[in-house]
């Protein structure tokens, strides 16, 4: 992991998908290599409240500006009396505007995808409420073709933290698609409509 980042040291965000295993060691190669650069890390609904309680503080001593679903979504109810150093964000856990209530007092953040949300209109009902409710913003994405993609750019104004990568994870992307150009993403060619 810490290759990686020296690879992509210069990039202004750097997400990590994190199991339980050696989360010390990997956040410090990665924080050794790329000293300059914002850290997400990303458990996927891996922790239980122990590991959680035990890194948060050591992640944000490294300077480690989110958490992303740290537990299972149908363990959410453990974060309520948890205060954490790093902002936690909600992902499986927020699909739409139904589930902010719950969600209040357990997450700082949530992370719309058109996808979950339902569409685009849904997912701008979803980021507005989001905000009301004083929800920080994460633009998320499914992997996809840039197609997928290019309509969350309208969301992307004000977001805490832009993560659009699906287009990355192709093989190949549809033509005339989003650009990507040194960890930042910009809007696709008019082409790319058709």
């Known amino acids: 992991m810490g290759d990686r980042a020296a690879a992509l040291k210069d990039r202004p965000l750097l997400k990590i998908k994190l199991d339980g295993e050696g989360v ?39 300077g480690v500006e989110m958490i992303e679903q740290p537990l299972p979504a149908a363990a959410d109810g453990e974060l309520r009396d948890f205060t954490s150093p790093v902002p ?44 009301t409710r004083g929800f920080g913003l994460m633009i998320g994405c499914m992997v996809g ?10 969301l992307t104004p004000g977001a805490d933290v832009i993560d659009l990568d699906g287009p990355l994870l192709l093989k190949e992307d549809r033509p005339d698609g989003l650009i990507y150009d040194g960890g930042q993403v910009h809007p696709p060619a008019p082409a790319l409509w058709g």
Not at 147 to 154: D, E, F, G, I, S
């Open 24 to 62: 010390r060691d990997r956040i410090a190669a990665v924080r050794r290599a790329a000293p300059a650069a914002r850290l997400i890390v990303d458990p996927n609904e891996g922790w239980d409240m122990p590991r959680l309680r035990d890194l948060a503080p050591f992640l944000a001593d490294n």
């Open 88 to 131: 936690l964000c909600a992902d499986e856990a927020c699909h739409t505007v139904e589930d902010l209530d719950r969600l209040a007092g357990l997450y700082d953040m949530v992370n719309v995808k058109l996808d979950k949300a339902g569409g685009l209109s849904a997912a701008l009902q979803l980021a507005d409420a989001a905000r």
């Open 145 to 154: 073709t840039s197609l997928a993609m290019a309509p969350m750019m309208v």
